[in-house]
C-alpha cells in the first residue's frame, strides 16, 4: 500500500514537473519574441537605438518630403558648429525679421525690433515656440556677406554642406526655417540621423528639453524686458523620459515630429512626417517609441 502510493506521488510528480518544464518554455519564448511592428498613419516614420544606431523601424524610411520647422534642428547645428562661438554674444532685432514672420504667416518668437538678444536666447525663441523670426535672425548673424541676402544665401549653403558631411543623401535646404521655396526636403532616416548628431552637443540637449523659459532681452532703450517661451514639443510633458526634439508643420508637411526618449541606459531616436493631424502625430510616436524601447 505504501509502495502503490509513492508511485503514484512520483507519477503525479513527474507530470507537474513535466508540464512546468513545458509552461516555463512558453512563457520564456513569448518574453523574449519580438513585438509586433506598429501601424502609423505618418506617411513616414524611422526609429533607431541612439546607442548602437542599430534601426528599429523604418515605413518610406528614404522617400524624400517637406520637412516643416524640423528644418530648425540644422539651423541650431549650424550655429553650434561655430569656431569660437559665444552663446552671450548680443544680435539686435531688425525690421527685416518681422517683416518676414508677417509676410509669410510664420512661427513667431515675438521678437522685438531693437531688442538685443544673445544667440543663446535665440536658440531658445528658435527651437520653443519654433521662431522664424529668431531663425532668421541666426542666419543673418552666422552667414556671410556684406548683405543680407548675400548672408543667407551663405547660411543655408553651411546647412547643405552640414547635410552633406552628415551622409544625409536625401536631404536638400532652400531655407533656415522650413518655408520652403520649392526643394526643402528630408526624410525620416536623415532627419534622424541629423537629430543624433545634434543630441551630442550639451547645448542643443538643453534647449530641446526645456518645457518653457523666461528670458531677460535688453530693450532699445538700454532697460529690459522678459519674454517667456513654450516648447510646442508636447511630447515632452506626456511621454515618459522624452528629451526632445522637434515639430514641424504645414500645409505641404502635414504634422512632423523629431524625437527622442531615454529610459535607464537606453535611448531611441527617430522622426515621423506627414502625419494627418496633430493628434495622429502623439499617436504615432508614442508607438514607436514604446515599440523602440520593447525591442
Same mark, same amino acid.
Given at each position: ?5 509513492l508511485?503514484?506521488? %512520483?507519477?503525479v510528480?513527474?507530470?507537474?514537473t ?6 516555463g518554455?512558453l512563457?520564456t ?9 506598429p501601424? @502609423? ?13 542599430t534601426?528599429?523601424f523604418? *515605413?518610406a524610411?528614404?522617400? %524624400?518630403?517637406?520637412?516643416g520647422s ?8 549650424v ?8 552663446l ?6 531688425? *525690421?527685416?525679421?518681422?517683416?518676414? @514672420? ?9 521678437l522685438?525690433?531693437g531688442?538685443k ?8 525663441g528658435?527651437?520653443?515656440?519654433s521662431g522664424?523670426?529668431a ?16 548672408? @543667407?544665401?551663405?547660411?543655408?549653403? *553651411? ?8 551622409g544625409?543623401?536625401n536631404?536638400?535646404?532652400d ?12 526624410t525620416p ?6 537629430a ?7 547645448t542643443? %540637449?538643453?534647449?530641446v528639453?526645456?518645457?518653457?523659459? *523666461?528670458?531677460?532681452?535688453t530693450t ?6 522678459y ?12 511621454y515618459?523620459?522624452?528629451?526632445g526634439v ?7 508637411a502635414?504634422?512632423c515630429?523629431?524625437f ?5 541606459s537606453k535611448?531611441v ?8 493631424s496633430e493628434?495622429n %502625430? ?11 524601447f520593447?525591442?
Open positions: 500500500m505504501i509502495t502503490s502510493t508511485g503514484v506521488r %512520483r507519477a510528480t513527474v507530470t507537474i513535466a508540464s512546468a518544464v513545458l509552461a518554455g512563457f519564448g513569448q518574453a523574449y519574441a519580438a513585438p509586433p511592428a501601424s @502609423i498613419t505618418a506617411k513616414g516614420g524611422f526609429v533607431m537605438n541612439n546607442g548602437t544606431g534601426t528599429l523604418g *515605413k524610411a528614404d522617400t %524624400r518630403r517637406s520637412t524640423t528644418t530648425k534642428i540644422m539651423t541650431a547645428k550655429v553650434l558648429a561655430q569656431r569660437g562661438l559665444n552671450d554674444a548680443k544680435v539686435t532685432v531688425q *525690421k527685416a525679421y518681422s517683416d518676414y @514672420i508677417v509676410s509669410k504667416n510664420a512661427s513667431s518668437a515675438r522685438i525690433v531688442d538678444v544673445t544667440v543663446r536666447q535665440l536658440l531658445y528658435l527651437m520653443l515656440p522664424c523670426d531663425a532668421y535672425a541666426l542666419a543673418d548673424k552666422f552667414g556671410t556677406g556684406t548683405t543680407r541676402a548675400a548672408r @543667407i544665401k551663405s547660411f543655408i549653403g *553651411k546647412m547643405n554642406t552640414e547635410a552633406r558631411n552628415l544625409m543623401r536631404t536638400h535646404f531655407s533656415f526655417d522650413g518655408i520652403s521655396n520649392g526643394s526643402n526636403y528630408s532616416r536623415d532627419l534622424t540621423k541629423l543624433s548628431s545634434a543630441m551630442k552637443n550639451s542643443f %540637449r538643453t534647449v528639453k526645456t518645457k518653457s523659459t *523666461k528670458q531677460k532681452v532699445k532703450t538700454g532697460g529690459y524686458r519674454m517667456s517661451w513654450s516648447n510646442t514639443n508636447k511630447l515632452l510633458s506626456t515618459s523620459g522624452a528629451i522637434k515639430t514641424g508643420s504645414g500645409p505641404q502635414k504634422y515630429l523629431v527622442a526618449a531615454t529610459r535607464g535611448t531616436i527617430g522622426a515621423v512626417l506627414a502625419s494627418p493628434a %502625430r502623439a499617436t504615432d510616436v508614442k508607438k514607436l517609441l514604446d515599440y523602440g520593447a525591442r
